[in-house]
């Protein structure tokens, strides 16, 4: 066991002092918007180059660096703040605050990205081969391809505009919602209400009747306030459809694919390997019932432990683990994670208030993350806080590249959290003392799989056809329980004896505005990583220098081209998913191999 003491809440004062009512915080966002205030009049006055010795564009993409990571810095200090306590009010004002500058930036982007796209093409081609231009052709390409399929910039800046108190406010309004919602609970004889990130730890306890009665006021708690929460999803699906609509768009996924740099040809291929091999995943939860006494799993029973191994950790130990199997894979890696936990990067602490989930959000002034989850101890929680950190170091291994190459999407960066979460799950199996805690780990292993093969599955299921129907009108909250419903049955191959219809309300990501459809980018992670993890088992710690190579090159090609240069494959072909699926099932079997022993 370590002997350091991590504290497990973390350290904004190091940005900011004071949290919400943080002066130095007021005067950031003063020079941010005064930023945005230099780059506005460059974009305004900016005539559009006719020759390649213009270098006028160099200029002008120096002031958008300076003014997007100053407003990525507010960003992700409200969105610690509001995290850390959902009751701050405070917090929830200057959230507003930010919006609004980030409403600005897009709107001035639009009319920077306008100006790019009428660059002439024999220009344009000549003005990337300037020195300044080289390191960042995918990106401003990107953004002028984007550009011409795209509204005229005054429409466009128009719908920034009424973004702020639309698009944007309805997301605010999901947070507003589920601070209010409290889950009743009775612990050592008093009753308490727990948040709804307490409760969602009740449901990977070993009592059936913890989580059979945290279920039922989880359900309860949640439709209560179904009627919002049903407007809310709707009021913001609309506003997205209403933009995609007028921008000729038809297909729900086009702008999900074109952020995440992908083919829709690599998602249907994706998706149809995980559905044509499902089958192993349903014996395993029918396994899975058996040995919890029961005929069928319940939605709460899914992350239930398996046995009665004390397979508990408390904090210092899942940093210890964590630390000391990073260092067989990596040595920056290892040192990078050994000043997170030192430097107070991490809020894990188990407390009321505190938001359901986890998340890493960069600081890229600083060159610093953070990381928030809810910590109670689990081998889960664990696997949780492996996850984050990946994330952090992938921000880590992108600070020395260009600023406007640190851009990455959502399906990539779920593959370096992924990555770190495989080193640490992997470990867990094969240094379990005995079989009995050796059976729990692999579970809780296969539990990830189940999570990003199934239920991201309904996920995508789910919000795909909301979406659909939405375009008809408004989707009422039953319809909406039975689409979630029947996302589930499919994806979980009807596995299950009770569902969560509600889950389309107690699931943050689809209220998120600022990424779309963020469901798939985790199963493309997921995968993804595994084929990059079984080259790091094969080639040991001198493989670390190409995995860092790879996260280099996230924010600057798309994944198919990315994929095709470090690991030498073609996403839209079948073989690539089916042995990173392979490897899930071999999960499967070997714990199949444990209990029929």
């Known amino acids: 066991m370590s002997t350091n003491k991590y504290d497990l809440t973390w350290d904004l004062d190091v940005f900011f002092k004071g949290g919400s009512t943080s002066r130095q915080f007021i005067a950031h966002l003063e020079k941010t918007k005064k930023q945005l205030e230099q780059f506005q009049l460059a974009v305004d006055e900016w005539v559009i180059p006719i020759t390649a010795q213009d270098k006028s564009l160099s200029g002008l993409l120096d002031l958008f660096q300076d003014a997007s990571q100053s407003l990525k810095q507010a960003g992700a200090y409200v969105s610690c703040l509001q995290a850390q306590d959902m009751n701050d009010l405070k917090a929830n004002e200057l959230r507003g605050m930010v919006t609004t500058l980030s ?119 949640w439709d209560k306030q179904s009627d919002l929460l049903a407007g809310t999803l709707n009021h913001l699906a609309g506003f997205r459809l209403s933009v995609y609509k007028q921008r000729g768009w038809d297909h729900v996924l086009k702008e999900a694919l074109t952020y995440n740099r992908m083919k829709q040809k690599t998602l249907d291929v994706m998706w149809e390997v995980i559905s044509d091999n499902k089958q192993p995943f349903a014996e395993f939860l029918k396994k899975k019932a058996e040995l919890l006494g029961v005929e069928k799993l319940s939605w709460a029973d899914l992350d239930a432990p398996v046995g009665e191994a004390n397979t508990t950790y408390d904090y210092q130990e899942g940093a210890a683990f964590i630390l000391k199997h990073f260092d067989k894979f990596g040595d920056k890696l290892t040192a990078f994670t050994n000043k997170a936990f030192k430097d107070r990067w991490i809020e894990a602490e188990d407390r009321a208030g505190k938001r359901p989930g986890g998340f890493c959000t960069s600081f890229p002034l600083s060159n610093q993350s953070r990381i928030f989850m809810t910590y109670s101890g689990t081998a889960s929680n664990v696997s949780t806080l492996a996850h984050e950190l990946g994330h952090a170091f992938h921000s880590y291994a992108l600070k020395d590249t260009h600023p406007l190459n640190r851009g990455y999407a959502m399906n990539v960066a779920e593959t370096a959290s992924t990555f770190a979460e495989m080193i640490v799950a992997d470990a867990a199996v094969n240094n379990a003392e005995n079989e009995e805690v050796k059976l729990a780990l692999l579970e809780d292993k296969i539990q990830r799989s189940i999570a990003l093969l199934m239920n991201i599955h309904a996920r995508y299921l789910f919000e795909t056809r909301f979406y659909e129907e939405r375009k008809k009108g408004m989707v009422n909250k039953n319809r909406l329980n039975e689409l979630m419903e029947d996302a589930q049955k499919e994806a979980y191959a009807d596995s299950l004896e009770e569902y969560h219809p509600l889950f389309w309300g107690s699931k943050l990501h689809f209220f998120i505005t600022g990424v779309p459809f963020y469901n798939f980018p985790y199963t493309f992670g997921y995968l993804f990583s595994l084929g990059i993890y079984a080259q790091a088992v094969k080639e040991g710690k001198g493989y670390e220098k190409k995995y860092m190579a790879m996260l280099e090159d996230t924010g600057s090609m798309t994944v198919e081209d990315l994929a095709q240069k470090h690991l030498g494959v073609d996403l839209t072909k079948r073989d690539f998913w089916e042995a990173g699926v392979k490897l899930c099932i071999k999960d499967v079997e070997d714990f199949m191999d444990l209990v029929n022993k």
């Open 103 to 221: 409403s600005r930036l897009s709107t001035l982007l639009t009319n920077f990205d306008e100006k790019l796209s009428l660059i002439n093409e024999e220009t344009w081609r000549e003005l990337l081969k300037q020195d300044s231009m080289k390191k960042i052709n995918f990106i401003l390409s990107e953004r002028r391809k984007n550009a011409a399929e795209k509204l005229p910039k005054e429409q466009e800046a128009l719908i920034n505009a009424l973004s702020i108190d639309g698009y944007h406010g309805w997301g605010e309004m999901y947070d507003n919602i589920v601070s209010q919602i409290k889950i009743p609970f009775k612990e050592n004889g008093k009753k308490i209400d727990l948040s709804v990130g307490q409760a969602a730890n009740k449901f990977s306890s070993p009592d059936p009747k913890i989580r059979k009665h945290v279920f039922k006021e989880w359900e309860q708690a």
